[in-house]
């Protein structure tokens, strides 16, 4: 079985651009998180779904956005990048929000 | 105060050591804890996951929670160098989701042959 997909694996953009990021949960999985992952901050939350419906979100500006289809497929996007939005973004899938989370390798963001 | 505080290392062992990792947390709600490994440009992975106080064995690894003192432990026994990599706590609350983890910042292992 195929694991999480994320796409792209690498981005350079600069500041004031926006950024869609993409994943593919492992088949059959309808729950979707988004983490940021950073030196300083570690692996903080950032918006979690199921069946296309956010469930929790965590502690970030409204620059900030995520959504999920039909297919569980989801994407995140971050509008008028900054400096510190560098990180790299991960993307875990479960089979339900209360299942094991299985990590995507990740995208790496870096904003010039 | 973070609500998970992790030493980050990095922490350097000779092949065949006891090594323990460690986390600390303030909330006292958090009822799952669990331990991702993450290899360098990958995604984390979970090793062990363990539901309220008490010990679980998995091969070489150990988990251990303590609750009363909010402590929680990951041990490796007989260590090897394909056990270098970046160690990860995590836990949440009973209720929440496991989409909401609070993770720890993760200790850096290395162990050398």
């Known amino acids: 079985k195929a694991g999480v997909t994320q796409t792209p694996r690498y981005l350079i953009k600069t500041r004031g651009q926006q950024v869609t990021l993409s994943c593919s949960p492992i088949?059959?999985?309808?729950?979707v998180s988004w983490y940021q992952q950073t030196p300083g901050q570690g692996l903080q939350f950032l918006f979690e779904?199921?069946?296309?419906?956010?469930?929790n979100k965590g502690n970030f500006p409204g620059r900030f956005s995520g959504r999920q289809f039909s297919n569980s497929r989801s994407e995140m996007n971050v509008s008028t990048l900054e400096l510190g939005d560098s990180a790299l973004y991960l993307c875990?899938?479960?089979?339900?929000?209360?299942?094991?989370?299985?990590f995507g390798p990740g995208t790496r963001l870096l904003v010039l | 105060q973070k609500e998970v505080e992790q030493d980050p290392g990095p922490l350097s062992v000779p092949e065949g050591a006891i090594v323990s990792l460690n986390c600390t947390y303030s909330?006292?709600?958090?009822?799952?804890f669990m331990w991702y490994r993450q290899y360098s440009r990958k995604g984390p992975e979970l090793l062990m996951y363990?539901?309220?106080?008490g010990n679980k064995e998995d091969g070489r690894f150990t988990a251990q929670v303590d609750k009363s003192s909010k402590y929680i432990s990951l041990f490796i026994r007989d260590s090897q160098p394909s056990d270098s990599a970046t160690y990860l706590c995590?836990?949440?609350?009973?209720?929440?989701?496991?989409?909401?983890?609070?993770f720890g910042k993760g200790t850096k292992l290395s162990v050398k042959p």
């Open positions: 088949s059959g999985h309808r729950s």
């Open positions: 995590a836990m949440r609350r009973h209720g929440g989701s496991q989409g909401n983890l609070i």
């Open positions: 909330n006292s709600a958090f009822q799952y």
């Open positions: 363990t539901y309220s106080s």
């Open positions: 875990a899938s479960s089979f339900s929000p209360k299942e094991t989370q299985y």
């Open positions: 779904y199921f069946s296309e419906t956010q469930r």
